[in-house]
């Protein structure tokens, strides 16, 4: 039996696609080969970083919608590693719902069965179709409140998408969001190569940056599949 890594993590330069209202992601340089080597005799070279905690590929920490949730450093790391599953939703339209009978159906035909403390990624496609378009940012499928509810029944402690945000562009209600706070799961955003493990069970191992007071943190994101 192989063991196979899929790398789930989006890329972060300067100019990347952000969230409205996100700091853009600015990236420059600390100190230059040259630059160092004239001035310590040692070559070597760094970089700055200036970047919004949900900018790249994230983890929503609960405080990020309720200020009295959990802070991203005080999460228990056992809700970004553990057992997985992706369901495919790619059929779901930009002006539709992820709704649990989407999901029900989704499950079945995957094969897989979404249990207790199961982290659940959902590929909608939309990294495939539209990532450095101008519709990444503007449309996309989320969750309403029924699919969240059937995940969050179900003992899911992670949802995670390839899609800014958990919900559509158009929900005020932020359903998806809304829901995950009653259930205490959370939610990880801006994934991608989720084609490659559509309908297959596999261990998620997603780290987020310890930030002190984090509403959120990047992560590097993958799945580790036995074949």
């Not at 990532?131 to 940012?137: F, I, L, V």
């Not at 799961?185 to 190569?193: D, G, V």
Request: hydrophobic share 35%; with cysteine.
């Amino acid at each position: 039996m192989d063991i196979r890594m899929v790398d789930l993590t989006q890329e972060i330069f300067q100019g990347m696609s952000v969230f409205p209202m996100h700091q853009p992601t600015l990236i420059f340089p600390n100190a230059t080969h040259e630059e160092s080597l004239k001035k310590c005799g040692f070559m070597f070279a760094t970089n700055n970083l200036l970047i919004n905690e949900h900018g790249p590929t994230h983890t929503d920490a609960l405080y990020e919608s309720d200020p009295h949730g959990t802070t991203i450093e005080k999460t228990p790391l056992d809700y970004f590693i553990g057992q997985a599953v992706c369901l495919d939703v790619s059929h779901v339209r930009e002006t539709e719902f992820i709704t649990d009978r989407v999901l029900e159906e989704a499950e079945r035909k995957s094969g897989q069965y979404v249990k207790k403390d199961d982290i659940v990624l959902l590929y909608t496609g939309h990294y495939d179709r539209n990532y450095g378009t101008d519709k990444w940012q503007t449309a996309y499928t989320g969750l309403d409140i029924s699919g969240t509810e059937w995940l969050g029944r179900k003992g899911v402690k992670n949802i995670g998408v390839d899609t800014p945000s958990i919900d559509r562009p158009d929900d005020m209600k932020y359903s998806g969001h809304l829901i995950c706070q009653k259930y205490r799961m959370l939610n990880t955003e801006n994934l991608c190569n989720l084609k490659e493990v559509a309908g297959k069970r596999f261990m998620y191992v997603g780290l987020p940056l310890k930030i002190r007071g984090g509403s959120g943190a990047p992560i590097r994101a993958i799945a580790i599949l036995m074949e």
